[in-house]
Structures are given as structure tokens and as C-alpha cells.
């Protein structure tokens, strides 16, 4: 037998994300196309890590998280998400939100099982489940305002799906979902025993006065909905890697054992630090977090529209698609490559986020900058007047 790479690897590669980030080294400029969130982390959850490390917890946690931390979650689910989740049997804190979809992909997922997934999709989402030898099956949903209706799930559905990932606020469109689209999406998953895979990790990042659901608050659906969320971004803390999922104990039985074999845990001073800014930092926190990053949207998308790249306007999150469909090149990825050297501004192809030929119009920027830099890079997109 020959060494060769296994077939997982098949049809995996490095991500766009990353190599435009690489790309833009190369030529120091403005990186807008990973969401690293460059603003600055609260000082409470800084302060909160370290004291965990002087307090000695510096040793393996639970294979689920910190008992402080899964409590915080309790309550702060509770109270923000309307889902009630027991912090010892439904809680289970993994390395960052894609370590806790990964974990839950690996449980309750067999090769060969169909999953819906939207599209404009996170490419991860993708990667994680041809990783698990699971079948992604897309939704398309249509521009500018990344619209669906019921049919579109009834059309995508066959006899193998398992499963739908639904992305509240979405990267890379922006969308918040609504109630009523949230509601057919809960229709659809019971009439056809369906698990939901929810990624909330955007939930407070939401513009024009939006309210986030969690489609595991719905009536019948905690059940069936793998709620899963973090702070890298909400405290922009992306290096820590802590997120979590929230199930019911028995799917969360078996998405622990696989937290534990793949990571055995977070990192625990780290983890201690998330519990201290959930159970300390104030609502008017994240009223703030929703608000500032509101006008970073706004001006963003003004140099976009000023520059002929005419935005789809993101209801949450912190990316904006961008149609640069009149930049020179055929393919988004040439475009991509044409805007970042003119302006020194990187953004991620939009093939990176779609299946079929939508995504060669799109590219994804990130505006998650400090003020400075997304001052430099609005006055270098609007020289391309």
C-alpha cells in the first residue's frame, strides 16, 4: 500500500480567506478579507484571564468547559437567546465556534448524509462537512437582500438529508433572519425530522435597531437545533478560540466525547476570562458593539457605492458583499487580485462563498477595523471612481 494523503483531503485546500490575508502581506496593505477583528478586546475579559491564571487555572477543564463558564452561558442564554439549557448536561464549550461544529458534524453526522446549507455560504461550513464525509446540498438565496422562500428547501431536499445549517447574522451576506423565515425553516426540519445546525457567533452584531432569534427558542425546536455560538468575535478575542454548543443532552453527550478527543479541551484561563466579561461587562456593552459597528457599515458601504462597487447593505455581522462585477477580470479571484493592487485593499473572491457562476460578481470585505484603518482603506476604494 501507498502513502498518499487520505480522501478527506479531497477537494480541501486552503481557504481564499487565507490566501488573500497572505496576499496582502506580501504588499502591507489594508486586510479586509479575514475576520480577524482588529478593535480592541474589553480590558474586563482581559483582566479576567489573567486573573484565572494567577488563581492556578492552568490545568485540563472538563471535557465540556469550566463549571464557571458553562453557568455564565446558562443564564446569558437564558436571558438574550430564550433557550433554557442545563449547564451540566447541554453545554459543551469547545475551541472556537467552527471547533464546536466540527465536534458536532463528527457526532451526529455519517458519510453519505445530505446537509442544506444557504448560499452565499462560510466556506468552513463547507469544509467541515466534506471533511466528515457529509454532502452539502445549497439553497440559493437571491440578491441584493439574500431573499428565500419555502420551495427552495422543499426543491433541495432528498431521502438522505440530515440536516440544515442556518447562519444568524450570515457571513458572508449579512442576513439577519427573520421570524417568519425562521418559522419555515422549523416547519420544514419537523416535517422532515431534519437536525438544524445554527451558527450564531454575529448575535450582537445587528443594525438598524434588528433583535437576533434563536431558532432553538422556537416552539419544538431545542430538540433538534445544535445552537452554536462564542465570544471571538462579540469580545474580539479570535486567538483565544472559545465557543460552544448547546443541545440536548443526548446529542450533547456525543458532541462532548468528540470535544474531548479532538481538543480535550479550551483553553482554561482563557475560558475563565469569557465567564468573567459575560457575567460582568454591562447590556449597554453590547448596545455599543451593535451601534459602532453600525457606522462602520455605513461608511464602508458609502466608499463602496461611491467607488461603483455597489454593496448588498449586511442587516448584521461585520462583512459586506460588494458587486465588482465592473472590475477588469472574469472571475471574482482576478478582480480580487486587480483591486488589491491598485488600492493595497484585500477582500475575498466571491467563488469562495457560492457553488455555481453568482459568485464570480461578489467580492467579501470585513470592516471590522480599527477607525484608522477603515478611514484609509474607504479613501483608497473611492480613487477608483
Known amino acids: 500500500m501507498s502513502r498518499e494523503l487520505s480522501r478527506r483531503m479531497e477537494g480541501l485546500s486552503q481557504a481564499e480567506i487565507r490566501a488573500m490575508t497572505i496576499a496582502c502581506d506580501r504588499v502591507k496593505g489594508i486586510n479586509m478579507a479575514q475576520g480577524v477583528c482588529d478593535t480592541p478586546a474589553p480590558r474586563t475579559v ?5 486573573r484565572g491564571i494567577e488563581m492556578g487555572c492552568n490545568t485540563y477543564t472538563r471535557y465540556d468547559g469550566l463549571p464557571e463558564l458553562r453557568a455564565a452561558l446558562a443564564r446569558k442564554l437564558a436571558d438574550y437567546n430564550g433557550i433554557t439549557a442545563d449547564p451540566e448536561t447541554e ?7 467552527t471547533g464546536a461544529f466540527h465536534a458536532a458534524c463528527l457526532a451526529l453526522l455519517n458519510p453519505g448524509d445530505e446537509v442544506l446549507v444557504f448560499e452565499p455560504f462560510y466556506a468552513y461550513h463547507i469544509h467541515a462537512l466534506v471533511a466528515v464525509e457529509a454532502v452539502p446540498r445549497f439553497v440559493p438565496m437571491r440578491p ?3 431573499t428565500f422562500a419555502p420551495a427552495d428547501l422543499e426543491r433541495a431536499v432528498t431521502a ?14 449579512g442576513k439577519v433572519y427573520s421570524r417568519t423565515e425562521l418559522a419555515w425553516i422549523a416547519d420544514f426540519a419537523a416535517a422532515h425530522d431534519l437536525f438544524v445546525f ?3 457567533i454575529y448575535e450582537y452584531f445587528l443594525f438598524d435597531g434588528r433583535h437576533h432569534i434563536s431558532l432553538a427558542a422556537l416552539p419544538g425546536m431545542a430538540e433538534r437545533t445544535i445552537t452554536i455560538g462564542g465570544y471571538s468575535k462579540t469580545f474580539s478575542i479570535t486567538g483565544w478560540r472559545i465557543g460552544y454548543s448547546v443541545a440536548e443532552a443526548k446529542w450533547a453527550q456525543a458532541i462532548g466525547a468528540m470535544n474531548d478527543l479532538l481538543y480535550v479541551c479550551a483553553p482554561a484561563p482563557l475560558q475563565y476570562g469569557v465567564a468573567v466579561g459575560i457575567n460582568e461587562l454591562p447590556r449597554s456593552f453590547y448596545d455599543g458593539l451593535a451601534r459602532d459597528y453600525q457606522g462602520k457599515r455605513d461608511r464602508f458601504c458609502l466608499a463602496l457605492q461611491q467607488a461603483g462597487l455597489p454593496p448588498s447593505v449586511p442587516q448584521g455581522a461585520y462583512y459586506v458583499l460588494a458587486d465588482v462585477s465592473r472590475l477588469p477580470g472574469a472571475t ?22 457560492f457553488e455555481g457562476e453568482t459568485g464570480t460578481r461578489f467580492m467579501r470585505f470585513c470592516f471590522a477595523k480599527t477607525d484608522a484603518d477603515l478611514d484609509e482603506a474607504c479613501r483608497r476604494i473611492e480613487k477608483l471612481q
Open 91 to 97: 453545554i459543551t464549550v469547545s475551541a472556537g465556534a
Open 46 to 50: 482581559l483582566q479576567g484571564a489573567q
Open 144 to 146: 441584493p437582500d439574500w
Open 198 to 200: 445554527t451558527d450564531e
Open 332 to 353: 471574482s479571484k482576478q478582480r480580487a487580485m486587480h483591486l488589491l493592487d491598485k488600492t493595497g485593499v484585500a477582500g475575498v473572491p466571491g467563488e469562495a462563498f
Open 160 to 173: 438522505r438529508t440530515k440536516g440544515i445549517i442556518v447562519n444568524t447574522p450570515g457571513n458572508p451576506s
